[in-house]
């Protein structure tokens, strides 16, 4: 049972644009958010992250909204640069045991075009 | 501030033989994350230390796979034997601690079974 979901494979935007990638979330006791980067060859980069007693954080062109009640949450990337163009992963967890570890979704590939 | 350093970055071997991975965290990390990656697929976790103890191993196929972090610094990942499926990349992070810290990933290790 996918625990974190990530339900656009892929998402195209135009550079200047604004890029929003979401993701949804099952268990009720994750309570820390993050979002990692991916490029080709390369491990994932962290980018953002949002704890469950906050609904925004901002960090430059990256700001991540949380929706507790709704178990959702999403990026928003204003303004996209083709830079940008990588693949996304959501991540989640929870303290304590196995809810301390990071469980990520399978990612959005994010194409911004010049 | 040093990475996560892994090694190697790349490995071939044929189906049958065995294999070993190894990861340095970041200094003064005490969580240490092994994660399986198939194309097109989000990290899976496969164990989770803190310190030197496995604190989840629920997802490491323990007939072949297993792990170890002596003296809660370094890791070693080893398949025996590995399967044409075991085709994927290895990434290990590792973080302050688990639940509430961003975790930061080695470049991986992409193995090849022939």
């Known amino acids: 049972d996918q625990q974190v979901k990530q339900n656009s494979p892929s998402l195209s935007v135009q550079e200047g644009r604004i890029s929003i990638l979401n993701c949804d979330y099952t268990?009720?006791?994750?309570?820390?958010f993050l979002w990692y980067k991916k490029y080709p060859a390369e491990g994932p980069t962290f980018l953002i992250s949002i704890s469950s007693i906050k609904d925004k954080n901002e960090d430059g062109r990256f700001t991540v909204f949380l929706n507790k009640s709704a178990k959702h949450l999403s990026l928003h990337i204003v303004p996209s640069q083709p830079g940008d163009s990588a693949v996304y992963f959501c991540a989640a967890s929870g303290r304590g045991g196995s809810q301390g570890n990071l469980i990520f979704g399978k990612g959005t590939k994010l194409s911004v075009k010049p | 501030e040093a990475g996560v350093v892994q090694s190697p970055r790349y490995k071939i071997i044929e189906k049958k033989q065995p294999v070993a991975f190894w990861c340095n965290p970041i200094s003064g990390h005490n969580t240490l994350y092994w994660y399986l990656q198939n194309l097109g697929q989000g990290p899976e976790l496969l164990i989770r230390?803190?310190?030197?103890?496995?604190?989840?191993d629920s997802q490491l196929p323990k007939d072949r796979f297993s792990a170890e972090r002596l003296k809660g610094v370094d890791s070693t990942l080893k398949i025996q034997p590995a399967e044409l499926g075991d085709s994927a990349v290895y990434l290990c992070?590792?973080?302050?601690?688990?639940?509430?810290?961003?975790?930061?990933f080695g470049q991986g290790t992409r193995l090849t079974v022939v």
């Open positions: 992070a590792s973080s302050w601690r688990g639940g509430d810290t961003e975790a930061f």
């Open positions: 230390y803190e310190n030197e103890e496995a604190v989840d």
């Open positions: 268990n009720s006791m994750f309570d820390y």
